[in-house]
């Protein structure tokens, strides 16, 4: 599967759970030719079979169970990152990224 057919699956994916609860985020894994799907464990099984309802192909998403995320995160909104996403400030003195303390 090329790229931008990946991004498409992706696209039916996230239409396809987007009022689903559970849904952490979504993402491709360019590199296993994946859609991946973070959920929370108790929505795992609700989320795979939307996408199954949605005639998506069960091997063409990866789903990796996750903890809530314990602040409000928009996936239409690029300045909110899951945590595990999130971008770490950069000490342009030490010239590395770096955590807050």
Do not use: H
Not at 34 to 54: E, F, L, Q, W, Y
């Amino acid at each position: 599967m090329i790229f931008f057919e990946l991004g498409s699956l992706r696209d039916r994916v996230n239409a396809a759970v987007e009022q689903q609860r559970g849904v952490v985020y979504t993402d491709l894994d360019e590199s296993v030719n994946r859609v991946v799907v973070g959920v929370t464990p108790d929505a795992a099984g609700s989320i795979a079979a939307a996408v199954g309802r949605a005639g998506i192909p069960a091997g063409a998403v990866q789903y990796k169970q996750l903890q809530p995320l314990d602040y409000p995160y928009d996936p239409t909104n690029p300045t909110t990152f899951p945590p595990e996403m999130d971008p770490a400030p950069v000490d342009t003195a030490q010239g590395s990224a770096r955590r807050p303390t």
